[in-house]
């Protein structure tokens, strides 16, 4: 437990370790790992989602339990809910968590300790030292330790009787000399560390002799009774290492060996003493004794440890040292590389010679885990060895565990560590004080080096370098198509940028800034200054304003905007054309090569790297570094969705400035100095306010989230309106600047000066993250007016890819819940437009991603709203950029939607391949979420289109058992399922089963629809109603037939108000109504109703809809039509059923809605 650094180390260890579930599983696995554990205790798994930010899930938060705001209350929920779960694990079985040198735990871990512990059968077992012993010790570890029910007991040192017996199994032999066993009791008082220390000086002083038992003398000697102390002996013997034994029994002093015999001949009549122990010589047994002329009664030997460690220390040569110095900067456990780096004048060879006499004085080890072949009987030779295991032997010598026991093997080791604490402790307070900062430096210099995302994610940086607290500003070399060469940057001063570049519409500086254009987690960091050119005019009010205005004067205002604004391109001018697909496709194949966000390792680069930042910068008094790194730490702790230790991170940057201010160094507590030039800057304050609020946001915390939020843009000067008016007149506001920006470019698009476009950038960001906010909460309104302050700030600002294709995308996604296509459609040509003008000039990594988001964003749109052939081109294109980068998240958002559009194409072959990649994105990523949206499109494709992709019966099968699921929380996927499997029983009259999946699907109705995915969802669930109807009309039940029209009723009306939003369901829901028409015997509304459909349809491209509705027609109203349609559908699915998709083999099968009354009874007899 030596990770005091890491925040929630222990406590997220710990019940890793009792739930068994592994780190390097992804969080779906984890998941499934606890739903099998808790799938009894439907408590525990409806509070499951307290665990996310603990343990790094993501299940979704309980509806019941959104409320819960408060941090004290979901504190203690939390508390409460691993109460439960050790209850649980305890139930059949004793629980014992059991921690050593419990001083190092983090702070944040102590809240926990007590209670673990609560449960009966569960008990915590804690080594520690004194806390006054402590630096630095939390309040929560007093309280814990002075809790009443917390027992303490004091350790003592050995027993004198048991220190013979630890002589020996240290040594390694069957007997030690008398006066050496005298020493150990009068001066060690039972400190077995202090009696190790003890004989290895004497070992190293040539003191003492190990030989045979068949040279020894027989007398004054001991030997120690094993039984006294089984512990001791998984202690490593500190004896010399078996090379060096053979040489010294091979090329022994033959002097003393003589000497040994002629004493060993006169001691013969002597009798025997009663301690010495007779051994078979047979075995070859090994004793210590007493070198020649040497008495180590007069061995002088310090008292205390630390004493002890100096002396031992200063016996050393320089270079050792220095070795030993250097190391103890770094810690307990140390990488070669890294000590090599921070040791002055230091060669391979005198690193070698180093750790070869080390590691032979017994003072560091190698910290390498043992491989898995390594036997017991191994394990028994390394108690006399000092052996490494670092992985640099060839795989054959792993397997059959051929050590080179004739050589050195530890002069290569590559991660060593002290043999104790104490050692490394002494060491480290031997240095001083400005020598132990300039080594924090220098080491946290070369940390910095490797503090960057991970190669399979481009290599970039997990947050923008801060310009207040470097003081630098990071601009480009030169662009390489490599990506482990294009994260390369140079550090370059503000001031120092030639003046003849004022002319920002030619800048193509990068910087770096955060952005939430990964999908992955692992947030983007590039900045681009682009290009700027003439945008295309757009319409800057919507036809519909009225639905925004609040009373008539400000819908005036908003009419006289109108007209100032040009006319909207159309949606055929809008779609992006051919050329900057290719171009982005080009740009990806050269830059992506080696990026698979599938082998992401940001995690352990965070874990690792950013915990010895923070220590190396906060030990060297380096304050502004160490706020730096706290809040890159915070940042990347987001990006791994591991929320808790982000916020822990982030507060403590929060308090350092909160300190500066104040006028104090936050490290020391001394008085900052007048010409101090450590300050705080409001970016830097706004920017760790923001990140503390996306932490929260990830959390579910919405309202603490909104507050930090709002703090970061007060900090920035950028008050926001708290009412309903403020909020209108801050639109028109809003708007109208937006309308300068679009006409007058180059007067009002990338002007601010230098040092306000970081101030901007940094107001974008926060509204970015703040939209986002609001549209989870579906505050449309407010949602509306922040993504126009977003993209006018961006564009103000005009530094930056990312923010300003993420601003395009917001007001894409705002238009098209409006119901504004030619405004919309305006936005996403300027947002390809700039995407076209940045990848044509500076190519990262980083940037795709934005790319692909913008390419679903498109995709939703143009799906939404009708144009299915730009929505077919953009879902190829995302699908392209995505498959390059091997990001399985945005896949999941990507795929389904694709596969629709090529359905409603009636493209079906293109469809099933698409689903072909869902299903192995799915299986790759073993997500329930991801597999029932698979089923949903699966089945999709059988109910529309008559053909299957997975086998039907195991789609039902898949449904019914996601029912029967009390872990599964997604309530949209689980409506969409369930109105597909009503649909299929309502179909084929199975009324009992249609009606228990249509109240499946009433069970999880939402109050918001806005997605492509829940309006279908709801256009099937009005089949089944008039399906229903159709039934009771026939059979003549009344109260079926009212509560159908009722029913009937209230879906028209929702979905007429809904369809607006999604023209592209218009064709379908006039089918709909003419078929209720038809159902009311009123053919001439149903005609007029049809014939509409038939030509929205064909103007949208819509041919699955179109070919149904005209075979519905020919059903309905053609009299030379004889036979039911519905038969044929019939026969069909009868087929499926029973595994034989032959019938009708690579044609569309469309359902037959069916007439209130047939005359042949064709239909019946294939469900009789």
């Given amino acids: 437990m030596n990770d005091a650094r890491t925040p929630y180390f222990l406590v997220q260890n710990l019940f890793m370790d009792a739930l068994h579930l592994n780190w390097d599983h992804c969080h779906q696995e984890r998941e499934n790992s606890l739903h099998k554990i808790f799938r009894f205790e439907h408590k525990i798994i409806d509070d499951l989602w307290l665990l996310n930010d603990l343990l790094i899930l993501k299940f979704e938060v309980n509806e019941k339990f959104k409320h819960i705001d408060g941090q004290v209350e979901r504190k203690n929920a939390l508390n409460d809910l691993l109460y439960r779960i050790i209850n649980k694990l305890t139930q059949s079985k004793f629980l014992l968590f059991a921690i050593d040198d419990g001083h190092f735990i983090d702070q944040e871990s102590w809240e926990f300790i007590r209670h673990l512990g609560r449960a009966h059968r569960s008990l915590v077992v804690m080594t520690t030292r004194p806390l006054y012993q402590v630096k630095n010790a939390c309040d929560k570890a007093y309280e814990v330790l002075t809790d009443r029910k917390t027992i303490k007991i004091s350790l003592e040192g050995l027993e004198t009787k048991n220190l013979t017996s630890l002589a020996c199994q240290l040594l390694n032999v069957e007997r030690i000399p008398v006066e050496i066993d005298k020493i150990m009791k009068s001066k060690s008082c039972g400190n077995p560390l202090w009696c190790e220390q003890f004989l290895h000086a004497l070992l190293m002083a040539d003191q003492i002799r190990l030989v045979p038992s068949s040279l020894s003398v027989s007398g004054d000697s001991v030997s120690g009774n094993p039984s006294d102390l089984q512990a001791v002996s998984k202690r490593k013997a500190i004896k010399r290492n078996l090379t060096e034994r053979q040489k010294f029994m091979t090329k022994a002093n033959e002097k003393i060996r003589q000497s040994l015999l002629v004493k060993n001949n006169d001691d013969r009549q002597r009798p025997s003493s009663p301690t010495i122990a007779k051994v078979d010589e047979s075995e070859n047994n090994t004793v210590c004794v007493i070198a020649e002329g040497c008495d180590v009664t007069t061995f002088k030997m310090p008292e205390s440890m630390k004493a002890l460690v100096t002396a031992q220390v200063d016996r050393l040569k320089p270079s050792d040292q220095l070795f030993l110095k250097c190391a103890s900067v770094i810690g307990i456990t140390f990488k070669r590389d890294m000590l090599e780096s921070i040791i002055p004048n230091q060669t391979s060879e005198k690193m070698k010679n180093s750790i070869n006499r080390l590691m032979d004085a017994r003072i560091i080890k190698c910290a390498s885990p043992r491989p898995d072949t390594y036997l017991d009987n191994d394990r028994e030779e390394e108690s006399r060895l000092s052996m490494c295991f670092c992985p640099r032997v060839s795989s054959q010598d792993v397997q059959s565990h051929k050590w080179p026991r004739g050589t050195k093997n530890f002069t290569n080791c590559n991660l060593m560590a002290f043999q104790s604490t104490v050692t490394q402790e002494t060491v480290y307070e031997i240095l001083l004080e400005n020598q132990r900062k300039t080594l924090h430096s220098a080491a946290a210099m070369f940390l910095e080096k490797h503090s960057h995302k991970c190669e399979a994610c481009g290599q970039g940086e997990f947050l923008p370098t801060s310009l207040s607290i470097d003081k630098k500003k990071r601009v480009p070399v030169a662009v390489s198509t490599n990506p482990k060469l294009a994260k390369l940057k140079q550090e370059k001063s503000p001031s120092s940028v030639p003046d003849d570049q004022s002319s920002r519409a030619k800048d193509t500086r990068r910087d770096n800034i955060q952005t939430t254009g990964l999908s992955s987690g692992c947030p983007s960091v590039h900045m681009t200054v682009i290009e700027v050119q003439p945008a295309p005019s757009i319409s800057n009010v919507p036809a519909n304003e009225n639905s925004l205005t609040i009373d008539s004067r400000l819908e005036k205002l908003s009419r006289r905007i109108q007209r100032l604004s040009q006319l909207s391109p159309s949606p055929s001018n809008t779609a992006h054309s051919a050329s900057i697909i290719d171009l982005i496709s080009e740009a990806a194949n050269k830059v992506l090569e080696g990026v698979d966000l599938r082998g992401c390792e940001c995690t352990e680069i965070l874990t690792a790297i950013y915990p010895q930042l923070i220590y190396h910068w906060r030990a060297s008094g380096n304050v502004m570094k160490t706020i730096h790194f706290l809040t890159q730490a915070g940042a990347g702790g987001i990006a791994i969705s591991n929320n808790m230790q982000a916020v822990s991170y982030l507060e403590q940057a929060s308090e350092m400035m909160d300190t500066l201010n104040l006028g104090r160094n936050p490290l020391d507590g001394s008085e900052l100095d007048m010409d101090s030039d450590i300050t705080i800057s409001s970016i830097d304050i706004a920017r760790v306010e923001s990140l503390i609020g996306q932490a929260y946001y990830h959390m579910g915390n919405f309202t603490v989230s909104v507050q930090h939020f709002e703090h970061a843009l007060s900090s920035l000067s950028k008050k926001q309106p708290t009412n309903r008016l403020q909020i209108q007149l801050a639109i028109l506001s809003q708007r109208l600047t937006q309308f300068f920006h679009v006409h007058f470019p180059a007067r009002f698009t990338g002007t601010a000066s230098k040092e306000m476009a970081v101030v901007k950038l940094e107001q974008a960001r926060v509204l970015s993250h703040l939209y986002r906010e609001y549209r989870s909460m579906h505050n449309d309104r407010m949602a509306l007016y922040l993504a126009l302050q977003h993209l006018n700030t961006a564009e103000t600002s005009n530094t930056d890819f990312h923010e300003l294709i993420n601003a395009y995308s917001e007001m894409i996604e705002c238009c098209r819940l409006a119901n504004w296509p030619k405004l919309a459609y305006a936005y996403e040509m300027r947002a390809f437009q700039r995407c076209k003008t940045t990848l044509s000039v500076n190519l990262h990594?980083?940037?795709?991603?934005?790319?692909?988001?913008?390419?679903?964003?498109?995709?939703?749109?143009?799906?939404?709203?009708?144009?299915?052939?730009?929505?077919?081109?953009?879902?190829?294109?995302?699908?392209?950029?995505?498959?390059?980068?091997?990001?399985?998240?945005?896949?999941?958002?990507?795929?389904?939607?694709?596969a629709q559009a090529l359905?409603?194409?009636?493209?079906?072959?293109?469809?099933?391949?698409?689903?072909?990649?869902?299903?192995?994105?799915?299986?790759?990523?073993?997500?329930?979420?991801?597999?029932?949206?698979?089923?949903?499109?699966?089945?999709?494709?059988?109910?529309?289109?008559?053909?299957?992709?997975?086998?039907?019966?195991?789609?039902?099968?898949?449904?019914?058992?996601?029912?029967?699921?009390?872990?599964?929380?997604?309530?949209?996927?689980?409506?969409?399922?369930?109105?597909?499997?009503?649909?299929?029983?309502?179909?084929?009259?199975?009324?009992?089963?249609?009606?228990?999946?249509?109240?499946?699907?009433?069970?999880?109705?939402?109050?918001?629809?806005?997605?492509?995915?829940?309006?279908?969802?709801?256009?099937?669930?009005?089949?089944?109603?008039?399906?229903?109807?159709?039934?009771?009309?026939?059979?003549?039940?009344?109260?079926?037939?009212?509560?159908?029209?009722?029913?009937?009723?209230?879906?028209?009306?929702?979905?007429?108000?809904?369809?607006?939003?999604?023209?592209?369901?218009?064709?379908?829901?006039?089918?709909?109504?003419?078929?209720?028409?038809?159902?009311?015997?009123?053919?001439?509304?149903?005609?007029?109703?049809?014939?509409?459909?038939?030509?929205?349809?064909?103007?949208?491209?819509?041919?699955?809809?179109?070919?149904?509705?005209?075979?519905?027609?020919?059903?309905?109203?053609?009299?030379?039509?004889?036979?039911?349609?519905?038969?044929?559908?019939?026969?069909?699915?009868?087929?499926?059923?029973?595994?034989?998709?032959?019938?009708?083999?690579?044609?569309?099968?469309?359902?037959?809605?069916?007439?209130?009354?047939?005359?042949?009874?064709?239909?019946?007899?294939?469900?009789?």
């Fill in 845 to 898: 990594p980083d940037d795709f991603p934005t790319v692909a988001q913008l390419y679903v964003t498109s995709l939703h749109l143009h799906l939404c709203h009708g144009n299915i052939s730009g929505a077919v081109d953009s879902g190829y294109a995302a699908e392209e950029i995505i498959a390059k980068l091997h990001d399985n998240e945005l896949a999941l958002k990507a795929l389904p939607l694709t």
């Fill in 903 to 1168: 359905l409603l194409q009636n493209n079906v072959s293109q469809c099933m391949e698409i689903l072909e990649q869902f299903e192995f994105i799915v299986d790759e990523t073993d997500d329930v979420v991801a597999r029932t949206w698979y089923n949903c499109c699966c089945l999709d494709v059988f109910l529309h289109g008559g053909h299957y992709m997975e086998s039907f019966p195991n789609c039902i099968d898949f449904g019914v058992s996601l029912q029967s699921d009390p872990t599964y929380s997604d309530k949209a996927s689980m409506f969409y399922i369930a109105s597909c499997l009503a649909l299929w029983y309502h179909r084929r009259r199975d009324w009992g089963s249609g009606e228990e999946w249509l109240g499946h699907a009433n069970n999880n109705l939402s109050t918001k629809y806005d997605s492509f995915m829940s309006v279908q969802a709801l256009l099937n669930l009005l089949e089944c109603q008039l399906l229903l109807l159709w039934f009771g009309l026939r059979k003549t039940i009344h109260s079926l037939i009212e509560r159908c029209n009722n029913a009937i009723k209230k879906s028209f009306k929702m979905l007429k108000t809904t369809c607006k939003q999604y023209p592209i369901f218009q064709p379908r829901l006039l089918h709909m109504q003419a078929y209720h028409q038809i159902m009311l015997d009123n053919t001439t509304k149903a005609y007029k109703c049809l014939r509409k459909s038939l030509q929205e349809s064909n103007a949208m491209g819509n041919r699955l809809d179109e070919n149904w509705t005209a075979f519905n027609e020919q059903i309905w109203l053609d009299a030379n039509h004889s036979s039911p349609g519905d038969s044929y559908w019939a026969v069909y699915v009868q087929g499926l059923l029973h595994d034989k998709p032959s019938v009708l083999k690579g044609d569309l099968m469309y359902f037959g809605l069916p007439l209130p009354a047939w005359k042949d009874g064709i239909y019946d007899k294939y469900f009789e």
